[in-house]
């Protein structure tokens, strides 16, 4: 395929491919008509000429349609993240085949819980998460994963399948020590992988019964918490879950959904740059095995919520590997929600835009266990779309359950392996049809996603030459960019001052949409005081604003476009930060 154009693929900020879309829409409706009407074409008319042409259906005809044009009234106040002009938060611009196909879908209704219920879904969304697998980097013929409603569930999945397998490795080692009365390390027994997880459960001749009333996700938690304890010789204080001070807020609820404790969710501090510290990691994992915890999993993250940072993957899968080598197996997701489509631009030119550390570390994903990505985001699919995957069958393996008005589990239905019931077929036809128009290549999306770094290159130079109070957060890796507004001679908390300010005035301002964050001093310390130290603030704060600007929008990175925008934006900048200078601080 040539270097992608997306001119195509969306609507326009002024609706400029209209008819294109009216086509299609026609197109789609038709194909639905003619299906319905053209199936059983011998049944009776179910709603008569007659029933139409009543008062009673006219009266409620025209209840639909005003109610109708009421809501697409009150959705012309709906925030318009469409613009070039909007660049607050990780939405923008849905593309046409992801339109198209979550229309087509949905119009047809299938419920990915059961082929059954979803003949052509099912189908669709095998084709795409292969599509989707294929752009990380996993071999498409044998990796698994299915859609979900967003990157929050596709996380519980992950915790779902690594706590499975903990689970059934802590659960055999506890039934083979109470058999020999031997020593026994919960920590150990957790990790000790499939392969001699199967060894040892032949040699001991360990049952399924016996391995089920050893489980604490299936028997009472307390009860083999004592059993584990007794079998140690000291107090068992349950599992952890390492992730990033990074991470996205999902993981914490995780930890309470799956009554871990907030206690057990144990955050690996960042260097100063924000990204997750692999000493530090390691240091935590030598913690838990000390403190005999087994470690449900290492999470890290290609794509942070708040600057689109990504974490050294290759570094962690290193470590990883380090402890593999003496037989402890710990499992590796990555949260990849918003950052997993940049590795579309690996294998070709593209990947030359980001440094060489980035490009390590993506090109690791595939190393991993499970990833998370969301569609909806860097894949501009439409709301709710995310998706989940892993590298193989055995790492997709999770608890079974049973339901008897659904056909059994020989027909390949995911229901029995998902959290969510019923799922939607939309997402995973919009991602399809994205997939089989723009293409997940390095020269197809991969250049988008490459077009829109450009994009927050040029306003970040810009910033630089012609905003001489404005600190841009260093270094960017994406296509987010982070800002404070200082003053010479400024503390931190002066500068906090000054850039509430002017994210307040943009609030206000229907010009330009930014976002704001705050970085904390328990997860980002580093970063802060490097950050204060570069632009030579007094460090009297324990966080640092920042106004956050995130460069989606697929028509921005177009030349005439950035023209016309850039200049505007760096003006209205400048006059709130001139503003935000003259505060009595």
């Known amino acids: 395929m040539a270097v992608i154009s997306t001119d195509a693929y969306f609507l326009g900020a002024r609706s400029e491919n209209s008819d294109s879309v009216n086509r299609a829409f026609g197109e789609i409706l038709k194909h639905w008509f003619d299906w319905r009407s053209e199936l059983f074409p011998d049944d009776a008319e179910v709603i008569t000429n007659d029933e139409r042409q009543s008062e009673k259906f006219c009266v409620e005809e025209e209840r639909l349609h005003a109610a109708l044009k009421t809501l697409c009234d009150m959705l012309l106040a709906e925030t318009p993240t469409f613009t070039p002009r909007y660049l607050s938060h990780m939405v923008s611009e849905a593309s046409l085949p992801a339109i198209f196909g979550h229309l087509a879908a949905l119009l047809h209704n299938p419920n990915n819980t059961s082929r059954e219920v979803s003949r052509v879904g099912a189908r669709v969304e095998i084709e795409a998460i292969t599509m989707l697998a294929e752009m990380i980097g996993f071999d498409p013929m044998i990796a698994q994963g299915h859609f979900t409603c967003g990157g929050t569930i596709a996380n519980f999945e992950a915790v779902w399948r690594a706590r499975y397998r903990v689970d059934h490795a802590l659960a055999l080692g506890l039934v083979a020590a109470e058999k020999s009365g031997g020593p026994f390390s919960a920590f150990e027994s957790a990790h000790v992988g499939w392969e001699k997880f199967d060894q040892i459960r032949i040699h001991d001749a360990i049952s399924e019964q016996e391995m089920r009333s050893a489980s604490s996700v299936l028997c009472n938690p307390l009860e083999i918490a004592e059993r584990l304890s007794k079998s140690s010789r000291r107090s068992y204080r349950g599992s952890v879950l390492i992730t990033p001070g990074n991470k996205h807020f999902s993981w914490r609820k995780a930890a309470n959904i799956f009554h871990l404790g907030e206690e057990s969710l144990w955050n690996a501090p960042l260097d100063e740059q924000g990204r997750l510290d692999i000493k530090e990691l390691e240091t935590l994992i030598d913690k838990a095995r000390h403190q005999d915890r087994p470690v449900i999993a290492v999470v890290s993250v290609a794509g942070t919520t708040e600057a689109g940072e990504i974490d050294p993957i290759d570094g962690v899968v290193c470590l990883l590997n380090e402890y593999r080598l003496k037989g402890i197996h710990i499992w590796h997701h990555v949260d990849a929600a918003y950052g997993g489509y940049f590795c579309s631009m690996l294998g070709g030119e593209q990947e030359e835009i980001l440094d060489e550390a980035r490009r390590s570390a993506l090109k690791s994903v595939r190393l991993a266990d499970s990833v998370t990505i969301?569609?909806?985001?860097?894949?501009?699919?439409?709301?709710?779309?995310?998706?989940?995957?892993?590298?193989?069958?055995?790492?997709?393996?999770?608890?079974?359950?049973?339901?008897?008005?659904?056909?059994?589990?020989?027909?390949?239905?995911?229901?029995?392996?998902?959290?969510?019931?019923?799922?939607?077929?939309?997402?995973?036809?919009?991602?399809?049809?994205?997939?089989?128009?723009?293409?997940?290549?390095?020269?197809?999306?991969?250049?988008?996603?490459?077009?829109?770094?450009?994009?927050?290159?040029?306003?970040?130079?810009?910033?630089?030459?012609?905003?001489?109070?404005?600190?841009?957060?260093?270094?960017?890796?994406?296509?987010?960019?982070?800002?404070?507004?200082?003053?010479?001679?400024?503390?931190?908390?002066?500068?906090?001052?000054?850039?509430?300010?002017?994210?307040?005035?943009?609030?206000?301002d229907p010009s330009f949409s930014v976002s704001k964050t705050v970085f904390d001093s328990e997860n980002y310390r580093r970063l802060i005081e490097a950050h204060a130290n570069r632009h030579r603030m007094t460090l009297d704060d324990n966080q640092l604003s920042l106004i956050r600007c995130v460069f989606m929008n697929p028509f921005l990175p177009k030349n005439h476009v950035l023209e016309s925008f850039l200049p505007k934006f760096i003006a209205r900048l400048n006059l709130y930060a001139e503003q935000a200078l003259e505060l009595s601080i």
């Open 374 to 508: 969301d569609p909806h985001k860097l894949g501009y699919v439409p709301y709710a779309c995310g998706a989940f995957l892993t590298r193989d069958a055995s790492s997709y393996t999770a608890s079974s359950f049973h339901a008897p008005y659904i056909d059994r589990a020989e027909t390949g239905d995911k229901w029995q392996s998902t959290i969510e019931g019923s799922r939607t077929a939309a997402g995973a036809s919009a991602t399809w049809l994205t997939g089989r128009t723009m293409g997940f290549g390095p020269d197809r999306f991969g250049a988008f996603m490459a077009s829109t770094i450009n994009a927050r290159r040029k306003f970040e130079e810009t910033i630089a030459s012609q905003c001489k109070n404005i600190a841009v957060l260093a270094p960017a890796d994406t296509n987010i960019l982070c800002f404070s507004v200082i003053k010479k001679g400024d503390s931190l908390s002066n500068s906090n001052m000054r850039t509430n300010h002017v994210f307040r005035l943009f609030q206000k």
